[in-house]
């Protein structure tokens, strides 16, 4: 009898699967981090925000703000990837952003000319132009939910009385918080942008720092090695050059069991295919009837 690699893999699955339907494992979800918890807005459901993306530096936090800024501005660091709304009294609060292309667009003083609470999108003319694969479906415009890129809210930023095309807006994906991203503008965690939505009015003063006055307020910056905005230090240029090597090494581990799972896999089902052989041969079944049967059992155990 001849059988194709193809039919004996199939085989050996329908057996793990089977096997794996009477001890399924569900593993509780972490808790949530304080003021990140799922909630229903607008008759949307979002996600709480996963603890690994809740490093310090990307929670909201009040902070000192020894700087010029009036208080009730928002000041954006699109190179240390932070947002600082303006207290009174030398304070501020502090929120990571993620900052597409468009948001590298624009530096220096605006304000905000318009709110939207769950806003459509469209995309620019310049995104459509740069990728049609991924934009040209889009350019009559999508409306508000949580597949929109502006997700729960958005501010827009104008200056004399123009949309400037530079927002503030949710993101429904909370890895990108803290890192450049290839397209969007301000992006922050919708738990966050919700509270920063209700706290400023339109005409709010919006100021975004040119490099020399993100060097001059925050330091040099750099990325780590996962793409998140750190001072540059010697600390974390060392850190992240021996990140880099774990990481490396990480994924050459990955392929390796990857191969070794696939050819243990592989001899699991010549193995498994030989012994059903066995099986019909000795009760004097045809391939097709021993093929039937198999399928048979198979679906009994599951």
């Given at each position: 009898?001849?059988?194709?690699?193809?039919?004996?893999?199939?085989?050996?699955?329908?057996?793990?699967?089977?096997?794996?339907?009477?001890?399924?494992?569900?593993?509780?979800?972490?808790?949530?981090?304080a003021?990140?918890?799922?909630?229903?807005?607008?008759?949307?459901?979002?996600?709480?925000?996963?603890?690994q993306?809740?490093?310090?530096?990307?929670?909201?936090?009040?902070?000192?703000y020894?700087?010029a800024?009036?208080p009730?501005?928002?000041?954006?660091?699109?190179?240390?990837?932070?947002?600082?709304?303006v207290?009174?009294?030398?304070?501020?609060?502090?929120?990571?952003?993620?900052?597409?292309?468009?948001?590298?667009?624009?530096?220096?003083?605006?304000?905000?000319?318009?709110?939207?609470?769950?806003?459509?999108?469209?995309?620019?003319?310049?995104?459509?132009?740069?990728?049609?694969?991924?934009?040209?479906?889009?350019?009559?415009?999508?409306?508000?939910?949580?597949?929109?890129?502006?997700?729960?809210?958005?501010?827009?930023?104008?200056?004399?009385?123009?949309?400037?095309m530079?927002?503030?807006?949710?993101?429904?994906?909370?890895?990108?918080i803290g890192?450049?991203?290839?397209?969007?503008?301000?992006?922050?965690?919708?738990?966050?942008?919700?509270?920063?939505?209700?706290?400023?009015?339109?005409?709010?003063?919006?100021?975004?720092?040119?490099?020399?006055?993100?060097?001059?307020?925050?330091?040099?910056?750099?990325?780590?090695?996962?793409?998140?905005?750190?001072?540059?230090?010697?600390?974390?240029?060392a850190?992240?050059?021996?990140?880099?090597?774990?990481?490396?090494?990480?994924?050459?581990?990955a392929?390796?069991?990857?191969?070794?799972?696939e050819?243990a896999?592989?001899?699991?089902?010549?193995?498994?295919?030989?012994?059903?052989?066995?099986?019909?041969?000795?009760?004097?079944?045809?391939?097709?009837?021993?093929?039937?049967?198999?399928?048979?059992?198979?679906?009994?155990?599951?």
């Amino acid at each position: 009898m001849h059988f194709s690699l193809s039919r004996l893999f199939a085989i050996a699955a329908l057996a793990v699967l089977a096997a794996c339907s009477s001890r399924e494992k569900i593993e509780e979800a972490p808790a949530a981090v304080a003021g990140y918890e799922a909630l229903v807005d607008g008759g949307y459901e979002i996600p709480a925000v996963e603890p690994q993306y809740l490093t310090e530096a990307h929670r909201k936090t009040e902070v000192d703000y020894p700087h010029a800024d009036a208080p009730g501005t928002i000041v954006v660091d699109v190179f240390a990837r932070k947002l600082y709304w303006v207290k009174p009294d030398g304070r501020a609060t502090r929120y990571a952003i993620a900052v597409g292309r468009e948001g590298t667009s624009f530096r220096g003083k605006g304000y905000i000319g318009r709110k939207a609470h769950w806003p459509s999108w469209t995309p620019t003319a310049n995104m459509i132009r740069r990728q049609p694969e991924m934009y040209a479906a889009f350019a009559g415009g999508l409306p508000g939910g949580l597949d929109n890129p502006l997700s729960s809210r958005a501010l827009y930023l104008y200056r004399g009385g123009r949309d400037t095309m530079f927002r503030i807006h949710g993101s429904i994906d909370n890895r990108a918080i803290g890192l450049a991203t290839s397209a969007g503008c301000i992006r922050m965690f919708n738990q966050d942008v919700i509270g920063l939505y209700d706290e400023v009015a339109n005409g709010t003063k919006v100021k975004v720092r040119t490099l020399e006055e993100s060097l001059a307020a925050e330091g040099p910056y750099m990325d780590d090695a996962w793409g998140r905005a750190v001072p540059e230090t010697p600390e974390n240029i060392a850190k992240k050059a021996k990140d880099q090597e774990r990481i490396a090494a990480a994924e050459r581990d990955a392929a390796e069991k990857k191969l070794k799972d696939e050819e243990a896999a592989r001899k699991a089902a010549v193995k498994a295919e030989a012994k059903r052989q066995r099986q019909c041969k000795r009760q004097g079944l045809n391939p097709e009837q021993c093929a039937a049967a198999e399928v048979v059992e198979v679906a009994k155990r599951s």
